[in-house]
Structure formats: C-alpha cells, structure tokens
C-alpha cells in the first residue's frame, strides 16, 4: 500500500535546494520522484534523474516520428486521390 506522502510531488523551495542541495538529490536518487523546486510558492523548475530524461526524450521523439508517418500518409492518400490544393499564403491554411 502507498503511502500518503508517495501520492504528492516532492516539493522544495529555492532557498532550501540551496541549503542542502545534496540531500534532495540523495532523497530524489531514493525516491525516483521528480523534484519541484517553487520560488515565492509558484513552479521554478523541475529537477529530475538523467534516466528520465532520456526516457521522456526518446518518448517525444517517437511520437514525433509517428506523427510525421502520419502526416506523410494522410499526404500520399490525399496525392492519390487529387485532393491537394495549392496555397498563394500562409493564412489560408488557417480559413475554413
């Protein structure tokens, strides 16, 4: 069963992150939480493990990729089937 601390953000302020910078990273290598450092009570930043960043890096990335095969497919079918118009301004993609 979590706990009811494991259910909310960790969260620290500029001037503690300061004081004992290395005991929050000690606490976020622990944890694995990321790290929300507020600034007058409002989100500063966010610190999180290298490991995480990459995960979430390669993730967008492969979401990108996905979309672009998409937006490929979506182009060769409309191609195909003479559904493409050409366009004199940017501002008409933006009319209905």
């Known amino acids: ?8 953000p960790n ?3 500029v001037s503690d992150l300061q004081r004992n910078y290395a005991g929050l990273l000690k ?3 622990t944890t694995k ?5 507020l600034k007058n009570n409002k989100p500063e930043a966010v610190i999180i493990l290298p490991d995480l960043f990459q995960t979430m890096t390669e ?3 492969e979401l990108e990729e996905k979309e ?3 937006a490929l ?8 089937t ?13 009319e209905n």
């Open 1 to 8: 069963m979590n706990s009811i601390s494991s259910q909310f």
């Open 11 to 13: 969260l620290v302020s």
């Open 27 to 29: 606490n976020l290598n």
């Open 33 to 37: 939480k990321p790290l929300f450092v």
């Open 59 to 61: 993730r967008i990335r």
């Open 68 to 70: 672009a095969l998409f």
């Open 73 to 80: 497919t979506v182009y060769k079918k409309e191609k195909q």
């Open 82 to 94: 003479n559904r493409l118009t050409k366009m004199k301004t940017i501002d008409e993609l933006f």
